[in-house]
T-cell receptor, first 111, second 115 residues
Framework: SQKIEQNSEALNIQEGKTATLTCNYTNYSPAYLQWYRQDPGRGPVFLLLIRENEKEKRKERLKVTFDTTLKQSLFHITASQPADSATYLCALGRGSYIPTFGRGTSLIVHP | DSGVTQTPKHLITATGQRVTLRCSPRSGDLSVYWYQQSLDQGLQFLIQYYNGEERAKGNILERFSAQQFPDLHSELNLSSLELGDSALYFC??????????????FGPGTRLTVL
């Protein structure tokens, strides 16, 4: 069955640095991948979507890459700020199927 | 604010009981999704409704059921509750039939505690 792996350990970085989060998957060929942000006790918020034929997508300080050969997506936040501290979830989907979510990685940006 | 509302915000009940969670989608959205999120399982898709009809089913237990009403609000019914049902339950909505690449807008969630 398909498996989505996100680092369960929190990522701690200093303000101003670039945060890089990883989403790996196996036994699956997603047509697209989404990234969501989730704050404690709140619902996920959609950030970016990247399709299988796109290598990279950018939105303000966010950048997502999608490598179908490595079966991996990288999510970058440049010039990180303490307000970026949250859990980031990746979700993979194909066709009309409901996307499957990873368990997320916690990002902590220290001032 | 996503525009999706969920009630109640918190719910504490005992094993064996039955509860109903309510969700109102964003104005104009026809699809409603229910998810369960626990520490050990992550965000698990339960069920999707579109314009009143069930469209997709995920890891939903037989003790759980849902429906979407003509005014498009949805209810998730959880019965014969067990300790393991304690979790955050999220509702999400989107505009079109297929979730696919549609952005899902999540509500604030209902935290269910089964004692």
């Amino acid at each position: 069955s398909q498996k989505i792996e996100q680092n369960s350990e929190a990522l701690n970085i200093q303000e101003g640095k670039t945060a890089t989060l990883t989403c790996n998957y196996t036994n699956y060929s997603p047509a697209y991948l989404q990234w969501y942000r989730q704050d404690p006790g709140r619902g996920p918020v959609f950030l970016l979507l990247i399709r299988e034929n796109e290598k990279e997508k950018r939105k303000e300080r966010l950048k997502v890459t999608f490598d179908t050969t490595l079966k991996q997506s990288l999510f970058h936040i440049t010039a990180s700020q303490p307000a970026d501290s949250a859990t980031y979830l990746c979700a993979l989907g194909r066709g009309s199927y409901i996307p499957t979510f990873g368990r997320g990685t916690s990002l902590i940006v220290h001032p | 604010d996503s525009g999706v509302t969920q009630t109640p915000k918190h719910l504490i009940t005992a094993t064996g009981q039955r509860v109903t969670l309510r969700c109102s989608p964003r104005s104009g959205d026809l699809s409603v999704y229910w998810y369960q999120q626990s520490l050990d399982q992550g965000l698990q898709f339960l069920i999707q409704y579109y314009n009143g009809e069930e469209r997709a089913k995920g890891n939903i237990l037989e003790r759980f059921s849902a429906q979407q009403f003509p005014d498009l609000h949805s209810e998730l019914n959880l019965s014969s509750l067990e300790l393991g049902d304690s979790a955050l339950y999220f509702c999400a909505s989107s505009g079109r039939l297929a979730a696919s690449t549609d952005t899902q807008y999540f509500g604030p969630g209902t935290r269910l505690t089964v004692l």
